[in-house]
Nanobody
Framework: QVQLVETGGGLVPAGGPLRLTCAAS????????MAWFRRAPGKEREFVAA????????YYADSVKGRFTISRDNAKNTVYLRMNSLKPEDTAVYYC??????????????????WGQGTEVTVSS
């Protein structure tokens, strides 16, 4: 079992930065891929970014590439999502997820077995 707890959401003006944190516990993570998804009001949950724990290879949705950075701290069992140049369309509940890194379709939520409760991000225009 893996437990995931997200923090760091809040209200931020457009153009501003925000950093989300996902604290992971419960097992070793070397075989996992960690990801961030988001669900905007009235929309489906969508992939944002992912990182492979073992070698830190990262993946991004086109909509956030160049603005968001995903990283992990092995010593703290923590995954971060640094968000810069935020836009109102980034407003969503952001979820941390974990799943086996061997699953190749990393953009699909079904590839992840563990989920956090979510943290809300609101970007004001």
């Amino acid at each position: 079992q893996v437990q995931l707890v997200e923090t760091g959401g809040g209200l931020v003006p457009a153009g501003g930065p925000l950093r989300l944190t996902c604290a992971a516990s419960g097992r070793t993570f070397s075989s996992l891929r960690m990801a961030w998804f988001r669900r905007a009001p009235g929309k489906e949950r969508e992939f944002v970014a992912a990182v492979r724990w073992s070698d830190e290879i990262t993946y991004y949705a086109d909509s956030v590439k160049g603005r968001f950075t995903i990283s992990r701290d092995n010593a703290k069992n923590t995954v971060y999502l640094r968000m810069n140049s935020l836009k109102p369309e980034d407003t969503a509940v952001y979820y941390c997820a974990a799943g086996p890194s061997g699953r190749s379709l990393y953009r699909l939520s079904g590839m992840y077995d563990y989920w956090g409760q979510g943290t809300e991000v609101t970007v004001s225009s």
